[in-house]
């Protein structure tokens, strides 16, 4: 338990709240007293869920319909963190909140049932689309990349899927504010969808190749199309979010995703050191 903004959180590990096991999550939150309920639990491993369907689903989409009707039960609000896979391929144009969903794969179909769960669940909802997290700790792509420079001098990365890298501790920081201002006056919160990345558009080429200049490594990368790696699931082309409503509503202001980069390897070499 923390305390942070003169607000006191609660982190609960699976070993709380199990999002497998479906059936006791309404009994394990029951017992609990809270104002605001964010569910940042998601089964994100893109192309395993083409195997494990159920699991994926279990995690993504049933355990919300639980969680929903405890915090509608408790009138608390529910904020919900989505992805850009929900929208499947679009034009080239920064996608809306409010531009129609056409999830490919299991994953981003699982996700895509779990906005409508709490939609149609939970009126005080708070649902946020992001993409590309990443940060110091966990398994992601900046870890990835820099372990591979250990034993690696070059490196083939994908050039033709587009978006926004995202740090993790700055969406974190997004959701306190939207708390704040939940707190500040509930009356007149403007719940609904949100889109949150970091500013700026990237390939997964652009962000290795600024993952290795940031961090004075020396690699050799190849842009290479997303056939080659042979995935099982589809990533989008293009899922690039448009941030305008987030930042008009909250009055956020959201950094460029290098200089979120930037400050993301500043922390890691400093944690090394």
């Given amino acids: 338990m923390r305390k942070q903004r003169d607000f006191e959180w609660t982190f609960l590990g699976r070993e709380d709240l199990d999002m497998e096991k479906v059936s006791e999550i309404s009994a394990a939150l029951d017992k609990r007293e809270f104002d605001v309920f964010i569910n940042a639990a998601a089964y994100t491993a893109v192309d395993a869920a083409e195997a494990e369907p159920e699991k994926a689903r279990k995690i993504n989409a049933l355990a919300l319909q639980p969680i929903a009707e405890v915090c509608h039960k408790k009138n608390s609000l529910l904020i919900h963190i989505s992805t850009d896979?929900?929208?499947?391929?679009?034009?080239?144009?920064?996608?809306?909140?409010?531009?129609?969903?056409d999830p490919q794969g299991v994953y981003a179909r699982t996700k895509c049932e779990g906005e409508e769960i709490v939609q149609a669940t939970c009126a005080k909802h708070i649902i946020i689309r992001t993409s590309w997290l990443y940060g110091p700790d966990g398994v992601n792509f900046v870890k990835t990349m820099l372990k591979l420079s250990e034993s690696k001098t070059a490196l083939n990365v994908v050039f033709d899927q587009t978006g926004n890298p995202t740090l993790v501790d700055h969406l974190a920081e997004a959701i306190v504010q939207i708390v704040a201002a939940y707190v500040a006056n509930p009356a007149n919160f403007p719940y609904g969808k949100y889109h949150?990345?970091?500013?700026?558009?990237?390939?997964?080429?652009?962000?290795?190749?600024?993952?290795?200049a940031l961090s004075q490594k020396n690699m050799h990368l190849t842009p290479v199309h997303s056939e080659g790696f042979g995935a099982k699931a589809k990533r989008p082309a293009y899922s690039v979010l448009d941030k305008q409503k987030i930042k008009d509503t909250f009055g956020l202001s959201i950094p460029h995703w290098r200089d979120a980069l930037a400050e993301c390897i500043n922390a890691m070499r400093e944690n090394n050191d």
């Avoid at 949150?196 to 290795?212: I, P």
């Fill in 196 to 212: 949150y990345s970091n500013e700026g558009v990237g390939t997964w080429y652009d962000f290795a190749h600024a993952v290795f």
């Fill in 85 to 101: 896979y929900v929208f499947g391929e679009k034009p080239a144009i920064p996608l809306r909140e409010d531009q129609p969903t």
